[in-house]
């Protein structure tokens, strides 16, 4: 069993910068993990999805060059930059995380998830 917990979330400025933390455990079986956003009245989408064995993420169009995703083993801790913040970045974020490999990973498809944490960017 995975156990995933967000923070960081808040409110920003339009141009500003946040650092999400997405805390878990058993980080051995995880392959897998992703983060999503969801604002009110749209569907969860995909931000990015990274692999935990070759340390590399892809990111959705609307972030590119502006969010990146790290990862301190040590801490089990996943992070997601968010830089040159909007305010149709506004969402509840959430990480996600599976035992499967990325590639088999589609969409929202992931085995767990967190709980969230709120991001809004005011203009």
């Known amino acids: 069993q995975v156990q995933l917990v967000e923070s960081g979330g808040g409110p920003v400025q339009a141009g500003g910068s946040l650092r999400l933390s997405c805390a878990y455990t058993?980080?051995?079986?995880?392959?897998?993990m992703g983060w999503f956003r969801q604002a009110p009245g749209k569907e969860r989408e995909g931000v990015a999805k990274?692999?935990?064995?070759?340390?590399?993420?892809d990111y959705a169009d609307s972030v590119k060059g502006r969010f990146f995703v790290s990862q301190d083993n040590a801490k089990r801790t996943l992070y997601l930059q968010m830089n040159s913040l909007k305010p149709e970045d506004s969402a509840m974020y959430y990480c996600?995380?599976?035992?499967?490999?990325?590639?088999?990973?589609?969409?929202?498809?992931?085995?767990?998830w967190g709980r969230g944490t709120q991001v809004t960017v005011s203009s």
């Open positions: 996600a995380a599976d035992e499967r490999f990325c590639a088999v990973v589609a969409g929202r498809g992931y085995a767990y």
């Open positions: 058993n980080s051995v079986s995880i392959r897998c």
């Open positions: 990274f692999s935990t064995g070759l340390g590399s993420a």
